[in-house]
């Protein structure tokens, strides 16, 4: 955690590797259940999160697989910034800055004036969890339920195992990429997702 004081403003900005993986489910209350068979530390219960995702018009920031999230969830705005994923994992391993906002509504504005476009949004429940030392985010999207492990890769192998999750299963795929496979799946023309 870094903190940025000046005169009239202190910021303070988590720094992290992030590690992660996703994998679809077929329904949240179910393998919620199965995961509270294990009693996890409830660290949110199920809540909205609204995301808006930002680049440059000419798309330079996915282009290097770069985002720039800003997040509304439980009241509270966070700005977060992911570096591009290492490519030789079978997890998403990532840089991630975040930072929580006073006025997310403001730096949306702000984000315009220098040339940063809302190019996706995506809504989502989630509840998370902690459990052996991984993060256990559990979410219901417009185009299904997916689980996110967050934590160190063996902690993630051996959680996934404990709870009979193959690893074949894991996915990489922002909810993004997901997003566009099942509009093309559906044959549907992609927008935001959102319900």
Same mark, same amino acid.
């Given at each position: 955690?870094?903190?940025?004081?000046?005169?009239?403003?202190? $910021?303070?900005?988590?720094?992290? +590797?992030? +590690?992660?993986?996703?994998?679809?489910?077929?329904?949240?209350?179910?393998?919620?259940?199965? /995961?509270?068979?294990?009693k996890p530390e409830i660290l949110s219960v199920r809540h909205f999160e609204d995301n808006? /995702?930002?680049?440059?018009?000419?798309?330079? /920031?996915?282009?290097?697989?770069?985002?720039?999230?800003?997040?509304?969830?439980?009241? #509270?705005?966070? /700005? +977060?910034?992911?570096?591009?994923?290492?490519?030789?994992?079978?997890?998403?391993?990532?840089?991630?800055?975040?930072?929580?906002?006073?006025?997310?509504?403001?730096?949306?504005?702000?984000?315009?004036?220098?040339?940063?476009?809302?190019?996706?949004? *995506?809504?989502?429940?989630?509840?998370?969890?902690?459990? #052996?030392? $991984? +993060?256990?985010?559990?979410? #219901?999207?417009?185009?299904?339920? *997916? $689980?996110?492990?967050?934590?160190? #890769?063996?902690?993630?192998?051996?959680?996934?195992r404990k709870m009979r999750v193959d690893p074949d299963r894991f996915l990489k795929d922002s909810y993004y990429a997901l997003y566009m496979q099942y509009c093309q799946?559906?044959?549907?023309?992609?927008?935001?997702?959102?319900?």
């Amino acid at each position: 955690m870094g903190k940025v004081a000046g005169s009239r403003l202190q $910021v303070e900005v988590a720094v992290s +590797t992030e +590690t992660e993986v996703k994998v679809k489910i077929e329904e949240a209350e179910d393998f919620i259940g199965q /995961l509270q068979t294990l009693k996890p530390e409830i660290l949110s219960v199920r809540h909205f999160e609204d995301n808006h /995702l930002f680049d440059y018009p000419d798309g330079r /920031l996915r282009a290097c697989h770069c985002l720039i999230r800003v997040r509304y969830a439980q009241g #509270e705005c966070k /700005l +977060t910034f992911k570096g591009p994923p290492r490519a030789e994992s079978v997890f998403k391993i990532r840089e991630e800055l975040e930072t929580k906002l006073e006025n997310g509504e403001i730096l949306c504005r702000i984000f315009e004036k220098v040339g940063l476009r809302k190019w996706f949004r *995506y809504q989502k429940y989630r509840r998370e969890f902690q459990l #052996e030392g $991984v +993060t256990v985010a559990v979410d #219901e999207t417009p185009i299904g339920d *997916y $689980v996110e492990f967050e934590g160190h #890769e063996e902690k993630i192998y051996a959680l996934a195992r404990k709870m009979r999750v193959d690893p074949d299963r894991f996915l990489k795929d922002s909810y993004y990429a997901l997003y566009m496979q099942y509009c093309q799946q559906k044959n549907m023309v992609p927008g935001d997702m959102v319900f």
